[in-house]
């Protein structure tokens, strides 16, 4: 058992079983010894010297053995014959005679005690193990030779062995339910603040400081657990100092959004943060254990980063998959010939992009500007120059000016709406309504541009269209934009299939062609701004590369969803998906 208690139980209850045994075993013995000291006593007390002359004077002459047979049974009284004890008569032979208890001499146990009778010697030697007690003397009675044979079988002996085994079996139950009962109180006051010692114990090495334990007396264990509760207390302390210290450079390491990496002077990994972990393997569990693991990349020795002296650093960029890494490398604790090296890792990426952005932009937006103006330039100039320019020609020049400044003016206007987009000064004109009828006329308004390359422009709508609430216009130039990217970007004689449908109570507008289809690897990239797959044809065609990017814009901000899905040679789907309505004026039932 591993409880303390039932371990001072079971001492008590063996030491009382043990007492109760010996205690037993000593009072058998004693009862046995006491008999047989009793026996013989009895035996010694009748068979006197006088007696035994008696019985020599009775025995002598003819019919002597009768009369000593009757003078013995004579005293059968002061001998204790009872069935148990039992007196025998036998002949110098071992022949049986006569006697108290056995009748007949067809069977007679030769005891050794007997036998030295038969050789003329007292039989009074006492054999604990045997089972019974005896005693045989010759006799000499004139010319009869006889044995006076006492023999006790013990029956009252084990009668009386038996009762003390009774009395002594209740005597050890009592004492045990007793011993069981006062050891679990004695050992309740031993074992019950040592196992609260031990609890404590348990709770203190989990971390749990709060719990005081009991003090029960003022004897050795009361001072030990004073001394523990005393200790429990300024273990919390100390450690709630260091663990705020801890929690607050833990946290502050593992939220930055800079990676952090220290190495030790061998150039081990000791320490690795989230970020970091995030930018040098994308997030995945393996890592590298050296620095070279992990800055392979920076083409950088690691000794020259130890022999650097604070506050000197070296610092190296480079690209790492997608990502764009600016990292400084310095050491720490070099004064006191420990330490190692520390890398912080900047990510730069977005900061690349967005410069990049930025120059693709001027850029873009420069050359888009520039195009219809040096048309417009040169176009006037000539007119400026010739005043003889046909009517016709002249007519054309000027439809040629016309045009551009449309376009410039579209263009400006695209990007006037994503600065407004950008900033949120964007009026909304929400609304609830049936799309039906708006999507059927945007689709009958572009049915002449789309005759004009010789399109076949179709819109289905289904009977149980939700209701959505949206910007009315916004999302009719969302839809017209679309329509129109599928008419421009079609072979001429191509179809286009506008549909509209139920999509578990969303609104799912659909426009389908047939069309040139756009390369998988430009998908990701449609919505970004003046992305464009062909740039000669979108120019040629008029587009800025802006449209799609307005439209996601606008379905962003009505919980909706605009995604393209597309197949070189085979044509391209696009699907905006919008929120159902609940009706202006409906009752919600609970």
């Known amino acids: 058992m591993r409880s303390l208690q039932w371990k001072l139980v079971m001492i008590l209850v063996l030491l009382v079983i043990t007492v109760m045994v010996l205690v037993g075993t000593y009072l058998l013995s004693g009862v046995s010894g006491f008999y047989e000291q009793m026996f013989y006593t009895e035996m010694n007390q009748v068979f006197t010297p006088d ?43 071992g022949n049986y005679i006569t006697g108290s208890g056995i009748t007949s001499g067809s069977f007679v146990d030769y005891s050794p005690n007997l036998i030295a009778a038969m050789n003329g010697q007292i039989g009074s030697e006492s054999n604990r193990m045997a089972p019974y007690y005896d005693l045989a003397i010759p006799v000499t009675a004139g010319e009869n030779h006889l044995i006076l044979y006492v023999r006790d079988n013990k029956a009252s002996v084990s009668e009386l062995q038996w009762m003390l085994l009774g009395i002594i ?84 390491f593992e939220h930055m959004t800079d990676g952090v990496a220290a190495f030790d002077r061998q150039g081990k990994l000791l320490h690795l943060n989230n970020a970091a972990k995030e930018l040098l393997t994308g997030g995945g569990e393996e890592t590298g254990q050296n620095f070279y693991d992990l800055f392979a990349e920076a083409d950088i020795a690691f000794p020259e ?41 900047y990510d ?14 001027v850029a873009d937006i420069t050359h888009e500007l520039r195009t219809p103006l040096t048309n417009v330039k040169s176009y006037a100039e000539t007119l400026i120059s010739d005043d003889d320019i046909p009517p016709t020609t002249r007519r054309r020049f000027l439809n040629v000016i016309l045009n551009e400044t449309d376009r410039m003016t579209r263009l400006v206007q695209d990007l006037l709406t994503l600065s407004k987009l950008d900033y949120g000064h964007t009026d909304w004109n929400l609304e609830t309504f049936d799309p039906t009828p708006m999507i059927c006329n945007i689709a009958e308004a572009m049915n002449g541009d789309a005759a004009r390359h010789n399109h076949t422009l179709t819109c289905e709508t289904h009977n149980n269209l939700p209701l959505v609430r949206a910007d009315r216009d916004r999302l009719g130039q969302v839809l017209a934009n679309v329509i129109g990217n599928a008419i421009k970007y079609t072979p001429d004689g191509g179809k286009i299939h506008v549909s509209a449908q139920n999509e578990n109570g969303n609104l799912l507008i659909t426009v389908s062609d047939n069309g040139i289809g756009i390369p998988a690897a430009d998908l990701p990239y449609l919505f970004n701004r003046f992305y464009r797959v062909d740039k000669a044809r979108s120019r040629q065609s008029g587009g800025s590369g802006l449209g799609l990017a307005i439209a996601k814009e606008f379905i962003d901000r009505l919980d909706g969803n605009i995604s393209i899905e597309s197949e070189p040679g085979k044509g391209t789907s696009v699907f905006i998906r919008l929120p159902g309505a609940v009706p202006e004026g409906s009752v919600s039932e609970s």
Do not use: C, W
């Open 51 to 93: 007696f035994l002359d008696t019985v020599i004077r009775t025995g002598a002459g003819e019919g002597g053995v009768a009369r000593v047979a009757e003078y013995v049974q004579a005293h059968s009284a002061r001998l204790g014959l009872t069935e148990n004890r039992t007196f025998t008569l036998f002949d110098g032979e």
């Open 348 to 361: 730069i990426t977005e900061q690349k992009r967005l410069e990049n952005s930025r120059r693709e932009f």
């Open 305 to 345: 980063i130890l022999a650097l002296k604070r506050p000197e650093y070296r610092e190296r960029m480079y690209s790492l998959g997608s990502r764009e890494l600016r990292v400084l490398f310095t050491p720490f604790g070099i004064a006191d010939g420990e330490g190692g090296v520390i890398a912080v890792i």
């Open 169 to 252: 079996g209740q005597a050890l139950l009592m004492g045990l339910i007793l011993s069981i009962l006062l050891s679990i109180l004695l050992s309740k006051t031993i074992s019950r603040p040592i196992e609260d010692l031990t609890r404590g114990a348990k709770a203190v090495a989990a971390g749990d400081f709060t719990s005081k334990l009991p003090v029960y007396s003022n004897d050795e264990i009361g001072i030990l657990t004073e001394t523990f509760n005393s200790m429990s207390q300024t273990l919390s302390d100390t450690l709630r100092t260091v663990e705020n210290e801890r929690d607050k450079l833990s946290a502050l």
